[in-house]
């Protein structure tokens, strides 16, 4: 099992930015691959961005590419999300988790979810 927590998520003007952290608890959190999702209101989950399991390898959806940025610490059982340049569009329930799948963006692709951290986008 794997725990994982998100935090960091509020209400911020459009332009501006967020960072969102997760924090893993449980089994070995440097196996895992990790990811970002989100859910807006009436809308399916949408993945963001994954890292994989070392840190080197990550995948961005167009969404975020170029203004969103993966980080992990597996020293600390950390994943932080930077988000610069919000929109309002952003706006959503942003959840970490975590899989050991190396590829894959469905959400089956990944076994652990958090409860998710609502960021919301004012225009």
């Known amino acids: 099992q794997v725990q994982l927590v998100e935090s960091g998520g509020r209400l911020v003007q459009a332009g501006g930015s967020l960072r969102l952290s997760c924090a893993a608890s449980g089994r070995t959190f440097s196996g895992y691959r990790m990811a970002w999702f989100r859910q807006a209101p009436g809308k399916e989950r949408e993945f963001v961005v994954s890292?994989?399991?070392?840190?080197?390898?990550?995948n961005y959806a167009g969404s975020g590419e170029g203004r969103f940025t993966v980080s992990r610490d597996n020293a600390k059982n950390t994943v932080n999300l930077q988000m610069n340049s919000l929109k309002p569009e952003d706006t959503a329930v942003y959840y970490c988790?975590?899989?050991?799948?190396?590829?894959?963006?469905?959400?089956?692709?990944?076994?652990?979810w958090g409860q998710g951290t609502q960021v919301t986008v004012s225009s």
């Open positions: 988790a975590a899989g050991l799948r190396r590829i894959g963006i469905q959400p089956s692709d990944f076994s652990y």
């Open positions: 890292i994989s399991a070392g840190g080197t390898v990550t």
